[in-house]
């Protein structure tokens, strides 16, 4: 596994306590995907520094590179209309977190590249976040790497704001 960057947060939180969640790359494809965890580690410190209600909360890695930890979440969308968790007026809620999440990544200069409900959280409380940062991209980047879900992406050549309202648009 890779050494942890230098000025990167380490989390001394081991899971699987039950409130931390650690984004893990399945071993066997590691080597392939590996770019696709330092990618998300570069955005998610960025995020560290400048966090928002509405994106999910990460709070390090370990001292190598086996993945990311971030505070756990009740569920996604897809498992919360499954269990009957989610109502119209929580779905209206959901929008308007995930809309004042995409402005905040605007703020800084960035698009999240793969917006569906499977990357919607619910917190205990209520709130919904936005999740998984390896699609993240600047504003007029060209896109490398991972670039959203087949059926929830825009095709483009790069980053723009366009992508994520395309994706907000799938999840409405």
Same mark, same amino acid.
């Not at 696709?36 to 190598?64: I, K, M, V, W």
């Not at 109502?87 to 995930?98: A, D, E, K, L, P």
């Not at 992406?153 to 994520?164: M, R």
């Given at each position: 596994?890779?050494?942890?960057?230098?000025?990167?947060?380490? =989390?001394?939180?081991?899971?699987?306590?039950?409130?931390?969640?650690?984004?893990?790359v399945n071993f066997l494809?590691?080597?392939? %995907?590996? %770019?696709?965890?330092?990618?998300?580690?570069?955005?998610?410190?960025?995020?560290?520094?400048?966090?928002?209600?509405?994106? *999910?909360?990460?709070?390090?890695?370990?001292? /190598?590179?086996?993945?990311?930890?971030?505070?756990?979440?009740?569920?996604?969308?897809?498992?919360?209309?499954?269990f009957g968790r989610l =109502?119209?007026?929580?779905?209206?809620?959901?929008?308007?977190?995930?809309k004042a999440a995409m402005? /905040?990544?605007?703020?800084?200069?960035?698009?999240?590249?793969?917006?569906?409900?499977?990357?919607?959280?619910?917190?205990?409380?209520?709130?919904?976040?936005? *999740?998984?940062?390896?699609?993240?991209?600047?504003?007029?980047?060209?896109? /490398?790497?991972?670039?959203?879900?087949?059926?929830?992406?825009?095709?483009?050549?790069? *980053? =723009?704001?366009?992508?994520?309202?395309?994706?907000?648009?799938?999840?409405?």
């Open positions: 596994f890779p050494p942890v960057p230098p000025n990167t947060t380490t =989390s001394n939180t081991p899971s699987p306590i039950v409130n931390v969640y650690t984004k893990r494809r590691y080597f392939k %995907h590996t %770019h696709l965890l330092l990618h998300e580690l570069q955005y998610c410190e960025l995020l560290r520094t400048h966090p928002h209600l509405n994106l *999910a909360l990460y709070l390090g890695t370990q001292s /190598r590179i086996t993945g990311l930890v971030f505070t756990r979440y009740v569920g996604d969308l897809f498992i919360l209309a499954e =109502s119209s007026m929580n779905g209206v809620h959901c929008y308007n977190s995930i402005q /905040r990544l605007r703020n800084l200069n960035m698009m999240h590249g793969d917006i569906k409900p499977g990357n919607n959280l619910m917190e205990h409380q209520g709130n919904f976040v936005l *999740a998984n940062f390896d699609s993240c991209h600047v504003l007029g980047e060209k896109l /490398r790497g991972k670039a959203g879900t087949p059926g929830c992406l825009l095709e483009a050549e790069a *980053a =723009s704001k366009e992508y994520d309202e395309f994706g907000l648009g799938r999840v409405k």
